[in-house]
C-alpha cells in the first residue's frame, strides 16, 4: 500500500481564493477592507518571516495588515495598552500577537487581554471555553486546518476512532475538541502515555502534534489510517545541511497509511490560509453582515 498524499498547499492555495473573493463582498458591503493587526515583540528571526509571510497573505487577499514592531525590551504594560488600542480600533478586524513572547512578559496575560472577538488565534480562554461546549467561536488555525484536510479526505467522521498525539492549548487539546464534535471517539496521548505504539495502532486518523521528529514510526500505523503531521523539526540532513521533519516517519508510514500528510506541503499552509479566514469571519460577524462560514 502506497499512502494518498495530503496536498495541504493546493487545499490552502484553494481556501484562500475563497477568501479573496469573500473579503472583496466584505469590501463592498461594508465600506471597507477586513483588517488583521499583528504585533511582533523583539526580532527573533523566525517570528520576523513568518510575520512578513502572514502580512503578504493578507494584503494578498484583500485585507489590510497592520504591522506592529516593538523592541525586545517592551515593558508587559507597554504591550498591553498596545493590544487595548487594538481592541478599540474599528477597523482592526484581528489581532494576533506573535509568540514567543521575551521571558520578562506573561503570555496568557497578553492573549487574555485580546478582545475574544479579534482573537484570531483562538487561544483566548473565552474561545477556549465556547469551543468545549460547542458555542460559535474563534478556533485555532492549525486545528481548524487539520480539520478541513480531514473533512475533505474522508467526508463525514462519525465513529471514527481518533488519536492525537500532544496536549498544547495550541494544537492538541483543541483538536481533540473538534474531533469530538465531529463524532469521532477521541484519544489524547503524550509523553507519559504508556504503551503508545499500541494505542496509535487503534486509530483511524492519526494527529501528530507533539514536536519530536520522527516519533510515530511507521508498524504503529494502523493500515489505511489517515495521517496528520502538525510536527515540523528542523534536524541535520546529508552535507550538514538542515532539513524539515514531521513527528510521523513519512518514508515508513506511507508505505501503511491510507492517506497523509507531508512536511513541509501539509498542515503548515493551512495554518495561515485558516489565520484569514477567521480574521475575515471576525470582520463580518462585527459587521453583522452574513457570511456562509462552512462554506469557506
Wanted: aromatic share 4%.
Amino acid at each position: 500500500m502506497t499512502a494518498a498524499l495530503i496536498d495541504g498547499k493546493a487545499f490552502a492555495g484553494r481556501l484562500r481564493h475563497r477568501i479573496g473573493e469573500a473579503a472583496a463582498r466584505f469590501e463592498r458591503e461594508a465600506g471597507r477592507k477586513a483588517g488583521l493587526a499583528v504585533v511582533l515583540v523583539g526580532e527573533d528571526p523566525a517570528s520576523e518571516v513568518y510575520v512578513r509571510s502572514k502580512a503578504r497573505a493578507t494584503m494578498e487577499a484583500g485585507m489590510d495588515s497592520f504591522e506592529f514592531k516593538l523592541p525586545a525590551d517592551t515593558s508587559p504594560q507597554k504591550l498591553l495598552d498596545t493590544i487595548h488600542a487594538l481592541n478599540a480600533q474599528p477597523n482592526v478586524d484581528g489581532i494576533l500577537v506573535q509568540l514567543p513572547l521575551p521571558d520578562h512578559i506573561d503570555e496568557d496575560e497578553v492573549i487574555e487581554a485580546i478582545d475574544p472577538g479579534k482573537d484570531v488565534d483562538g487561544f483566548n480562554v473565552i474561545n477556549a471555553g465556547r469551543l468545549a461546549v460547542g458555542q460559535p467561536g474563534l478556533v485555532p488555525c492549525t486545528p481548524l486546518g487539520c480539520m478541513m484536510l480531514l473533512k475533505d479526505r474522508l467526508g463525514e467522521l462519525d465513529g471514527l476512532e481518533a488519536v492525537v498525539i500532544g496536549r498544547s492549548n495550541i494544537v492538541g487539546r483543541p483538536m481533540a475538541q473538534l474531533l469530538v464534535d465531529a463524532n469521532c471517539t477521541v484519544t489524547i496521548a503524550h509523553s507519559r502515555t504508556r504503551e503508545l505504539p499500541e494505542v496509535v495502532r487503534r486509530a483511524d486518523i492519526v494527529v501528530a502534534a507533539i514536536g519530536r521528529p520522527h516519533l510515530v514510526q511507521g508498524e504503529w500505523i494502523k493500515p489505511g489510517a489517515t495521517v496528520i503531521d502538525v510536527g515540523i523539526n528542523r534536524i541535520e540532513g546529508e552535507g550538514g545541511k538542515r532539513r524539515l521533519v514531521g513527528d510521523v516517519d513519512f518514508d515508513a508510514a506511507s508505505k501503511v497509511a491510507g492517506a497523509i500528510t507531508p512536511v513541509p506541503g501539509g498542515v503548515g499552509p493551512m495554518t495561515i490560509a485558516c489565520l484569514l479566514r477567521n480574521a475575515l469571519v471576525s470582520a463580518y460577524r462585527r459587521e453583522n453582515l452574513q457570511l456562509a462560514e462552512e462554506a469557506l
